[in-house]
Every structure is written in C-alpha cells, then in structure tokens.
C-alpha cells in the first residue's frame, strides 16, 4: 500500500508537531512545507521542537499553498495539514479541497459559523474529507467522562464548572506576530480554550441560557481583545454550568479544570489538558483509567485515527460539524 503523501501549511510551533508525527509514521510521508518564513525541517529537534531528520524523501519548501498547488509535486499530495494563524484557516483548507485534496484543520476550524461551514460544505462537493484536530478527545481522562456521561452511569447532571487559568503576557504577544490581532488570532476562546468548549460540547450537547462577562486585564497595547471572561449556560436536563476563563495569570499557567456534580457521583479532571483525574467519588464505585498522556501523545493518536480513515480501517471519529458547532458556540459566547 502506498503511503499517504501529506503537506503541511504553516511552520510554526504547532506545525512542525504534525510534521514530525506525520514523518514517524509508517504509512505517511511528509513531502512538503509551504511557509513564508521557515524552511522546513532541521536537524538535532523533537516533536515538541520541531522535526529532525525525517525518513523518507527530502521535503520540498514553498513560499505559499498556492504555489504548492500549482507544483508537479502537488499530484503526489494527498492531504493538506493547515496549521496557519487562525484568520486563514478557512481561505487555505477550501482551497486545499478544491485542489482534490483531503485537509486537516489545526483548531479553530475557522474564525465565523460561517467559514466553517464553508469548509465543511467544500468538502462535501469535492468528495474529500475534512478533519480537525480536537486532539484533547483522545485524552483517557476526557474519553472516560464521556463514556460515563453518555452511558448515563452519573445520573441527572445537576452542575458542571470549568475553570482554566492560564498566562500569556509580552513573552507570547510579540511584535509584529499573529498572536493578539483580532483577524488573524480572533481572541483567547479560539486560541487558547476552544479546546475546552469543545470539551463541554462533546460530554453535554449543545448549551443553552448563555450569558457571559467579558475584562481586559493586563493586555493592553499587546491583544486587540479581552484576556478574561466568565460564562453562565443551561445544560440539557436543567443542569447549570459555568466556564471561568483568563490569560491575565502572573508569569506561568495555574490551573485547568472540570468539575461535575451529579446524581451518583462528583468527579474533578484536572491538568492543562484534562489529562488527570483529580477527583473521582462514584454510586457504583468504579476506579478512574489510568491517566496521563501527554498532548503530543493525544495528537498521535489523532493522526493515527486520520490514516486509519484515509486506509478504509475506520470510521471517522470526529464529525468536522463538531468543528463548526465549537466556532458557533465561541460566537455565541462573545455575543451574550
């Protein structure tokens, strides 16, 4: 079986994590770059760096996806990885379906409903698919509140409380950077804690009653938006939730947490990425999994699921109008 040819769109932190995971595995190879900026993998990095030496073929550099497209080497592409600013998400993934070929979509899924809807309904036209990566669904942690959740083993839901806690200060808003623009970021809900909505929007459906408070902190002159919030909704069933949200903490992140209080049970998940269990005191008293993969362990187990898709081994997991459902919610949030 040939491996799956893949590009990746955008070089930055996050984009060198899916090149290096695409170059490790067996049935993908990485055999383009397309950044303005940088050129592509280096030597002596890790997947938390940057790629190194990656097996296979040398990987092509382009300037654009444009210009990738329009390359012979496009015809041995058979998936675009777009992990560009968030602004132009939903420019290059249509334009990476029109061109025949699947894509992979770093969160947000775009910026609007909208947009993400356009990507979503390209895909269907041209017969391709669209993933998104919501790499924290993989996390045991969050993966054994759901199957509780949705197998009813808590009863009536009665409170849910996310708390997330977080820094970034003049170290990540940097000067002439992507980071803080409200085009191109669109505020720390899309960046930082889209994640986190995706989270309550997969344990407990759509949310309802949504009011929220907005503040800017200590972001000033470095974001063109608010650092903090706090938003109150309605859970299906009657249960109330609340997501306290910040970027304004000193110098390093706090905390990031879910709490749920139920009919037969009251369980707390905690860590940057919902990857513990702090709390777990259930009716039937079944013992929490054993936890503690790290993201770049969930974001494998995200690309193994997409080749396992493109190879006709399995179903797609994440529907991408969870993808727009997040965007929608984000929207929803910020005009309550």
Not at 68 to 93: C, F, K, M, R, W
Not at 145 to 170: C, E, M, P, T
Not at 180 to 192: N, P
Not at 226 to 237: E, N, T, Y
Request: glycine share 12%; proline share 5%; charged share 20%.
């Amino acid at each position: 079986m040939m491996p799956i040819g893949f590009a990746v769109v955008g070089y930055g932190r996050m984009g060198k994590r899916h090149a290096s995971l695409i170059g490790s595995h067996p049935e993908t190879v990485l055999r383009a770059v397309a950044d303005p900026y940088e050129k592509g993998p280096g030597e002596n990095s890790s997947p938390e760096s940057g790629p190194g030496e990656i097996s296979g073929p040398p990987v092509a550099h382009f300037d654009s996806l444009d210009s990738l497209l329009e390359s012979p080497l496009s015809a041995s592409i058979d998936v675009v990885d777009i992990a560009t600013p968030n602004g132009y998400h939903a420019v290059q993934a249509c334009r990476a379906l029109e061109a025949g070929k699947h894509v992979i979509v770093e969160k947000p899924l775009a910026l609007t409903g909208a947009d993400a809807r356009r990507i979503i309904e390209t895909g269907v036209r041209m017969d391709k698919r669209v993933f998104v990566v919501m790499q924290n669904r993989y996390a045991s942690a969050a993966h054994w509140l759901h199957s509780l959740v949705s197998g009813g083993r808590l009863g009536k839901i009665f409170l849910v409380q996310v708390n997330a806690f977080w820094n970034r200060d003049g170290r990540y808003y940097v000067p002439g950077g992507w980071h803080g623009r409200k085009d191109l970021d669109g505020g720390v809900l899309f960046t930082q804690f889209s994640h986190l909505v995706d989270l309550l929007y997969w344990l407990f459906g759509d949310l309802s009653d949504i009011r929220s408070r907005w503040a800017d902190f200590t972001h000033k002159g470095l974001a063109e938006f608010q650092d903090s919030g706090m938003v109150q909704f309605s859970l299906k069933g009657g249960a109330m939730g609340a997501f306290h949200f910040s970027t304004a903490v000193w110098d390093k992140n706090l905390d990031t947490s879910l709490t749920l209080v139920a009919e037969y049970g009251t369980i707390r998940l905690g860590g940057q990425y919902m990857e513990r269990v702090d709390y777990c005191h259930l009716r039937d008293g079944a013992p929490p999994p054993e936890t503690g993969h790290t993201s770049l362990e969930n974001h494998r187990l995200f690309f193994s699921g997409v080749v396992d898709v493109l190879q006709g081994r399995a179903e797609q997991a994440i529907d991408p109008m969870d993808g727009w459902k997040v965007v929608d919610l984000i929207e929803r949030f910020y005009k309550a």
